[in-house]
């Protein structure tokens, strides 16, 4: 049974690049979440989708960040233009919302640098 | 403001004894916890979990306890392995079928001695 699947691992780009992260969750899963992790802030929660819809973008940094799920196996984080205080890893997770407990499923992670 | 904390960043155990990290929490309407461990290079993984109504779980060679008049809750790694050396996040959430944030602590490295 495949994890969450995210894509690339590892993204290096210049200030003011449009940046795309890539996130496939677990099949059957329902529910997927973006995070944000750095030395400072730790792990924070960015956007929150539910059966594709957003549910809550309250983390979502500032305009420059944008989510999106056109379905229920593809996930999108998008940066746009870039800065060097957005490097961090970017994890996705996702979890059955009904019938499950409150466990989410991470994704390996994409290193994002900014140069 | 850090509603999960760990305040050990780091923690140095003997491989065969045990391991003990801590977390403390300050919402009161968090009512399922939950720890993760994280390997470099890797997501974190969901380790154990326990909810408000118990005051412990067991899973094989690791316990969670909680006190919930402390807001405190503590994993429990016996005997601890070198294969354990990895940060362990702790994690919580409100109860009810629509709650989904988990709060995060920042972490707690932890470091089996061979």
């Known amino acids: 049974d495949a994890g969450v699947i995210q894509s690339p691992r590892h993204e290096v780009t210049e200030m003011g690049q449009e940046v795309t992260l890539r996130c496939k969750p677990i099949?059957?899963?329902?529910?997927l979440f973006w995070y944000r992790q750095t030395m400072m802030r730790g792990l924070e929660l960015l956007i929150y989708?539910?059966?594709?819809?957003?549910?809550?973008d309250s983390g979502m940094p500032e305009d420059r960040f944008s989510a999106k799920m056109p379905n229920a196996s593809f996930s999108t984080l998008k940066i746009q233009p870039s800065e060097p205080r957005d490097s961090a890893v970017y994890f996705c997770?996702?979890?059955?919302?009904?019938?499950?407990?409150?466990?989410?499923?991470f994704g390996p992670g994409t290193r994002l640098t900014v140069l | 403001d850090q509603q999960v904390k760990q305040n050990s960043p780091s923690l140095s155990v003997q491989e065969g004894r045990i391991s003990i990290l801590n977390c403390d929490y300050t919402?009161?309407?968090?009512?399922?916890f939950l720890w993760y461990k994280k390997y470099p290079a890797e997501g974190p993984t969901f380790l154990i979990s326990i909810s408000s109504i118990k005051d412990k779980n067991e899973d094989g060679r690791f316990t969670v306890f909680l006190n919930k008049s402390a807001k405190h809750l503590s994993l429990h790694i016996v005997p601890s392995q070198p294969g354990d050396s990895a940060v362990y996040f702790c994690a919580a959430t409100p109860a009810g079928a629509g709650s989904y944030q988990l709060t995060f602590g920042k972490g707690t490295k932890l470091s089996v001695i061979p």
């Open positions: 997770a996702s979890r059955r919302t009904s019938g499950g407990g409150n466990e989410q499923f």
């Open positions: 919402n009161s309407m968090f009512d399922y």
């Open positions: 099949s059957g899963h329902n529910s």
């Open positions: 989708f539910n059966n594709n819809v957003p549910i809550d």
